[in-house]
Structure formats: structure tokens, C-alpha cells
């Protein structure tokens, strides 16, 4: 079963004085996560990413269009028990302490009292707050806030969660910590969607990852395929600045960095390659196959027009 | 009743006490021990009269300056500060929101009002020495008292869904004072004529009749209240409170948070 | 219903049950309202039954002296009107609601025109109390001493109730001094001077009363005193003719249609209603419905205990 799809949402603004110019902040998107995998929905900023989501979470409603989520239709109050919301830079009830806030939430979510207690307990340690009973969530920083945050997501054990941009305010060990429990969740056999700006971060979790820009749906595909080896060619670094003739010789582009060298070469030539450094003496650093980066295909579909992107709109490699 | 507008009621309880709401009390208990320790220097008869109108005026008045206070900030705030997101993203429905802040908001001033009460009845006992059968009266004032706080609470719940907390407390104070003239305004619309007149009527039945429930100068002065009319005057509260929480929830249903 | 209730998703059956309940508690409070409104029929004034020092009254006005003075104009016409439909035998509160009024605004000339109406009579006319109305209109006229009308008022009290026609003739004289006064203050000053009892000079004085005032009320019981005077006037003077005819014949008129031949009268004398005038066989003439005509001192039939007023609805 799909665990999200998105058929056709649409919002469209009406802004100015008289409210009389509409605003496409998304135009009608179509996209089907499935269970178990971890989604990764990547645009710049105002492309419509969180636009997105809160229509998901109900708190916007859309011009047109309708989504399913866990099979549900997304309206539906009672499947609100089985996702789990993380929203962008959090705002909690500052007046209330993480496990005050926590239990609120779990009654809210349906927690039955005699699970909810332990549940939080479990629940902090794994994000990683610990010591914080009795301090009010306005002492709290921006890394623990986060923390907090993706504690009231996972409480009650849902079986899809969303986070917009969870690795905004932490430190890079706090993004480490939570790329980790990413995989576990997966795991766990949950589905994640999330929204985030940052490519790397993508790469590394994202089974498949959609890219919007400008309220359109650019291109979507699993992450190996729009990664994928670029067929026939090999990347080359070695120590120093020197670019030896034999080297230019093969064809290979060159760029110097610092005080190492990145050549590709065609795959065949690989063996002429490692020679042409040995006669030099030059030390070889790296010698990988060619992939495409996410960022490249990101950069490419941000690029092209609409039109140019029709084909990306289904599921699939580009 | 879902047990989540329960929780919800908590919270915004937990939230007013928090918020140090309930200080308030020391400003009454002050308010209320000076006035009867000044009144005790006069005679017996205004005496009484005194600790009773003033005691009950502050009652309200400070009930209604903490309902719209509070009230205005119910639904905006948590707008403003985006701390809506995480809880409508659970199975919570947007009405039980309303309710669950209506109920948290009214409990907090009863329970401040029944500590106001006890100031009240001290104070009286310490001028009067003694309670009289119909020092009852009062907590007949402090009924209909109550009865005013539920209109005033979703009156300012209503104005919280779509409007500025500034925006809000204008409209909410405006509609306490209107109200308390509502008598008048009806013999206002009673001596107009054509357009006006329907207008003014309208306006004069839309408006909360404070005027009925503001029974003071009756208990002051031991004046007895007939039950029909105590009847009639909470169904007359109960369905103004439910037109307004039914206004709010209509609103607050298709609202797009920013 | 149910199915159609089935069928929506859960926000538009919370949107159909809010409106549902929006209609149906606002239909329940307007209707509870206009009940319990007329369990208090006292209610606007309740608060003049607790507070009737003008003092006190301006000082909890906080200063919107002008707002509360409205109000309270209003509560005294509206208790006045309620009162005087039940034919209420006091009004007690009439006083104080007209003195917290000109405390509050001493240049609400209406409330002095009013008290000069209604604060004299006796009950069920009034609130009976003349020296109340006259402490009114002075403090009235030391408050605005360039209106000529409030003299006016004063002399109509003197005229109408204390029948004190010296004092009457006074008031009007000095009236006719202030700047812009109407011309017939003096007249009005002679005709007390000197034929004060006079159906002319009572007639002129409601008259007065009628076109000067605004208030519905007021002109209303100045119609109902010009009638008066009239059937007061054409009694006289039927009488009068009976007397002369008795003179002459040595009996009283057999009918009135006999009266009517002997003494050259143009038809049956009818009163303002249009009925006919009656004749008794010693010799009175009565009016056909007393009870139509309050404040008639002539026609009325012997024993006859005055009805509750009823107040016709002329314009």
C-alpha cells in the first residue's frame, strides 16, 4: 500500500489589497511514496516544499486536489493517530516542561495512560535529552528544541512521519544523530517523507527523493538511479599541481584544487592513466568511477523550463 | 465528551495559572480589605451596601478585564506562534480546539471567582459580624456573574478565530459595555422608526443582555429573584455562549494557518 | 439525513452542525430575551429605584455626562408611556428619573417640557406633584436663562394645576422679556392677567403646548385637553341656552331637537366625536361617552367616577 499519495493538490493564493491576484504557491502535484522507504522531497526555499506539507497536516487547505494518506483519505481526523508532524523551526507551549509537553501530546495522539509515561522516557533518551526534567521548554536552545520536536513525532509510535527540514539549528553531530534515527525508523519499517534543502543529507538517507521548485514537481526517482554511474568514465586524483603531457595526451579534463589535481578520463584509459602518474613519480590519491551527484540532476532540473520536465513527472530514472 | 477537549481544557488552565492569572487575587484581596476596614468607620446599614456593591463590581470587573485578556489570545496566539502545528497534526478535531480553550478559559474564572467569593463573604462578615438569610442573594450575584464570564469567554474566543488580539479586546470591551446598556438600547430601538428601527432592534437583540444578569444593586439592597427568571436567565446564557463557541468553530474550521 | 450526513467528510458535518447550532441558539436567545424582557418591565429603571441621588448618578458617570443623560431620557420616557398604558396611580420615580436627567445635562429642554406635562397632574394623569415640576422648571430656566420656553412651562404649571393665574400671569411676562421669545407670551401674560378663566385663554395655551411640543406624549394630552375645553365650552353654553329657554317658556326643553328649533340652532350640537349631545328631563346636557373625554369638567352625568383614562391616537 502506498503510504502517501498526493493526486492533484493545488494551492492557489489570493494576494494584495483586494485579494484579487491569485499566487500559485503549487501547482497540482501528483506523487506516491510507499511504505517503508525514506522520501526525500528537495527544493529550494518557497518552492512550495512546506506549502506541501501543511496541506497534508490539514492546516492549509487546497485550492484543488485530494491526497491519501496510509489509504485514508487525508482528512480523516482518526489516521492523524498514525503520522507523526514535525514542522519546520518548532514553537512549543514554552510555559511547559519537554515531558509535560510530551504527555499533553501523547493524550492528544491517544496514548493510553499507562503506556505514555514510559513511552516519553524511551522516547527523550533517544533523541537525546536527557536531564531536562522540570526546566520550562523557553530555557530551551535551538538544538534541543529540534530534539524535542522530533520527540513529539515519534511518541506515539506512527507509522509515517513527516519532518521539514529536521537538521535545521543542530550542530554537525546533532545531524549525524538524526540521519541515524532516520535509518532506524526505517528499520522499524516506518515510512519517512521529509523536506530539507540539503542535498548530502538526501543522498545519504533518501531512497527516492522528488525535486519541486517554484510550486512544479521537477523530477522524481530513486536516488541510485539519478546517481548512477556515469557509463564509461573514471575519476582520477593525484597529489600536486602538475598535469603531465601524456595525461592531456588521453583526453582527460583537468581541474586543479589546491594542491591536488581531478582529472576524468574515459574507463578504458584507466591503466594508461596510473602509468603516466608512476613515470612522474606523481602520487595517486583516488581513482573512482564517475557519478553524478544529486546536485548535479538538482541544478540541472532546476534549470530546465516546465515543458522540458513533462516526462518527470512520472516515476522513474531521467 | 471527548476525553482530548478535557486535555485541552487542562492545558489552557495550566497555561492562565502559568501566566500568572492568578495574582490577581492579591490585587482583589487588597482591594476588598481596604474597603471594608475603610467602611467600617461608617454605620451598619451602608456598610453592608458597600462590601456588597463593591465586592461584587470588582467580581466582574476583574473576571471580565482576565476573560477578554486571556480570551483574545486563545486562538491568535497559537496561530502566531505556529504552536497549533503539532497539535492539529495530531487526531484532534479543529471544534474540539474551540471547546477544549472555552472550558479551559471558563474554568480558570470560576475557579477565580470562587476565591473572589470567599474575599467577599470575609469581608461581609467583618463589617456585618454576622450573616443574614438573605446574604444568600449573593451567591445569586456571583451565579449570574459566572453566567456573564461564559459570554464574555466566547465572545473573545469568537474574535480570537479571525482577529488581532488588539482588534479583538476593542470589539470584546465594546460588546460588554453595549451589552450592559442592552435595556437601554432596546428602548432606544423602541423610539425609532422604519430602517433604524429594524436595524436598531436587531443590534439591540444580538448584543449580550448583560443588563439581566447584572443583578448587584438588587442583592445589595436584599431584593429576592424568582427562580423562573434565574432559569431564564442561564438558557438565555447557555445558547448566547453556544451561538458564539458555533460562530468560532464555523470560522476557525476553514481557516488557512499561515 | 443520516445518509447525507454519511456521506460528508468530517469537516463539512462539523461546518453543518455548527451552523445548525448557530441558528438554532441564536433563535433560542432572542426568544429568551424578549421573555425574560417582559418579566422585567421595570428594568431599565431598576437602577433609579437603587441610585435616585442626581449626585451620585453623575459621579458613577464618569465623566459621559452627556451619554447618560440620553440614557436616561430615554428610561423616563419609556417608564412614563409603560406606566401611563397600566394606568398607574403613582409615579414615584418620575421625579428623580427627570432630576438625574437635567443634572446630568441641564440643557435637555425636552425633559423640562415633559416634567411641566406630566410631573403636576394628578395621577393617573401625572405624578401629581406640582411643586416637584415647578423646583424643575426653575432650575431649568436658571440653567438656560435665554429660552422664552421654559417660562412657558413654568406658567403652565401655575395655570393648569396650582390654578394660581397672579403667579401665571407673572411667569409669562417675564418670559416675553427674553430676546426671541414668541410673541404670544405676552398675550398669554394679559389673557391671566385678566380672563384666566376663560375657555379662549385655555384653549390658547394647549394650543401653544400642542405646536411647540415634539414629544409624542406631551402632544397627545394637549389634544386631549383641547377636546376638553371644547365639550367644557359647548356644554356651557348649551346650558345656557336651556336656561334661556326656560325663562322664556316657564319649562325645560321637552328634547333636544326642540331646544334646537326654539333657539335657531343650526343642527343636532354634536360633541368633538361626532356624537349627538344629550338633554335630561332636568334640564342637563351630558356628553354621550364620558369615558372619551378625560379632563371634562361639564356633561357628565351625576355620581359619575372617572374611567382610566383612554388616550385616543391623534397626530
Known sequence: MAAIEILGLEKTYMVGFWRKHPKRALQPLHLTVEEGEIFGFLGPNGAGKTT?????????????????????????????????????????????????????????????????????????????????????????????????????????????????????????????????????????????????????????????????????????????????????????????????????????????????VRAVIPENQQDAAIDALRRERIRLIALTPLRTSLEAYFVEKLQTTPTQNAAGKTVGAV | MSPRIVHIARNTFREAVRDRVLYNLIAFALLLSGAAIFVGQISIDIERLVVVNLGLTAVSLFGVVIAIFIGIGLVSKEIEKRTLYTVLSRPVRRWEFIVGKFFG???????????????????????????????????????????????????????????????????????????????????????????????????AYLVPNFSALNVISAVAHQQPMSSQLILQNTLYALFYTAMALSGAVLIFERRNLK | MMGLMMTMNARQRTTVIAAVSLAVSMTASVLLLRHIDRMRPQASIEDVLYINSPKMVKRASLGFDGLMACIYW??????????????????????????????????????????????????????????????????????????????????????????????????????????????????????????????????????????????????????EHLRAVQVDEDVTHLEGLVTQFRERSGRVPASMAELVAAEHLRGAPVDPDGDAYKLTSDGRVLIENPDDFPFITKGLPPGYKAAPPKFHKHS
Open chain 1, 52 to 260: 506541501t506539507l501543511k496541506m497534508l497536516m490539514g492546516l492549509v487547505f487546497p485550492t484543488a486536489g485530494t491526497a491519501r494518506i496510509l489509504g485514508h483519505d487525508w482528512t480523516d481526523p482518526e489516521v492523524k493517530a498514525q503520522i507523526g508532524f514535525l514542522p519546520e523551526q518548532p514553537y512549543f507551549y514554552d510555559y511547559l516542561t519537554a515531558h509535560e509537553l510530551l504527555d499533553y501530546y501523547g493524550q492528544l495522539s491517544g496514548v493510553p495512560a499507562k503506556d505514555r509515561k514510559r513511552r516519553i522516557e524511551e522516547v527523550l533518551n533517544r533523541v537525546g535529552l536527557t536531564d531536562i526534567k522540570g526546566v520550562q521548554l523557553r530555557k530551551f536552545s535551538k538544538g534541543m528544541l529540534q530534539r524535542a520536536g522530533i520527540a513529539q513525532a515519534i511518541l506515539h509510535n506512527p507509522k509515517l512521519v513527516f519532518f521539514d527540514e529536521p537538521m535545521s539549528g543542530l550542530d554537525p553531530l546533532g545531524r549525524r544523530e538524526v540521519r541515524d534515527l532516520m535509518e532506524q525508523l526505517k528499520q522499524e519499517g516506518k515510512t519517512v517523507f521529509f523536506s530539507t534543502h540539503i542535498l548530502s543529507d538526501a543522498e545519504a538517507l533518501c531512497d527516492r527523493v522528488a525535486i519541486i521548485h517554484k510550486g512544479e514537481l521537477r523530477g522524481v526517482g530513486r536516488v541510485e538511479d539519478l546517481t548512477a554511474t556515469v557509463q564509461g568514465k573514471v575519476e582520477v586524483i593525484w597529489q600536486g599541481t602538475q598535469i603531465p603531457a601524456s595525461m592531456k595526451a588521453l583526453g582527460a579534463e583537468c581541474h586543479v584544487t589546491g594542491d591536488t
Open chain 2, 105 to 203: 478559559l471558563a474554568g480558570t474564572l470560576v475557579v477565580n471567582t470562587f476565591f473572589m467569593a470567599i474575599g467577599v463573604f470575609g469581608a461581609l462578615l467583618y463589617v456585618t459580624h454576622k450573616f443574614s438569610r438573605p446574604d444568600a442573594l449573593i451567591l445569586v450575584a456571583l451565579y449570574f456573574i459566572i453566567l456573564e464570564f461564559l459570554i464574555i469567554c466566547s465572545l473573545a474566543l469568537l474574535f480570537s478565530s479571525f482577529s488581532s488580539p488588539l482588534l479583538s479586546a476593542v470589539f470584546a470591551f465594546s460588546l460588554f459595555v453595549i451589552g450592559s446598556f442592552a435595556d437601554d438600547l432596546r428602548g432606544f430601538a423602541g423610539m425609532a422608526h422604519g430602517v433604524t428601527r429594524w436595524v436598531a432592534t436587531g443590534a
Open chain 3, 74 to 223: 430615554t428610561r423616563t420616557v419609556q417608564y412614563f408611556g409603560h406606566r401611563h398604558f397600566e394606568y398607574a396611580h403613582t409615579y414615584n420615580e418620575l421625579a428623580p428619573l427627570l432630576e438625574i436627567t437635567t443634572t446630568l445635562d441641564p440643557h435637555m429642554l425636552p425633559a423640562y417640557q415633559f416634567g411641566a406635562s406630566f410631573l403636576a397632574p394628578r395621577p393617573p394623569g401625572g405624578a401629581g406633584q406640582p411643586e416637584r415640576a415647578i423646583h424643575l422648571m426653575e432650575y431649568g430656566i436658571e440653567n438656560n436663562p435665554d429660552n422664552w420656553q421654559l417660562y412657558y412651562n413654568l406658567g403652565f404649571v401655575y395655570y393648569t394645576e396650582l390654578k394660581n393665574y397672579r403667579k401665571a400671569s407673572e411667569v409669562f411676562d417675564r418670559g416675553s422679556k427674553v430676546p426671541n421669545a414668541h410673541p404670544f407670551m405676552k398675550i398669554m401674560a394679559a389673557q391671566m392677567a385678566m380672563h384666566a378663566g376663560d375657555f379662549a385663554t385655555a384653549r390658547m395655551l394647549w394650543s401653544a403646548t400642542y405646536e411647540t411640543a415634539r414629544e409624542g406624549t406631551i402632544r397627545q394630552n394637549a389634544v
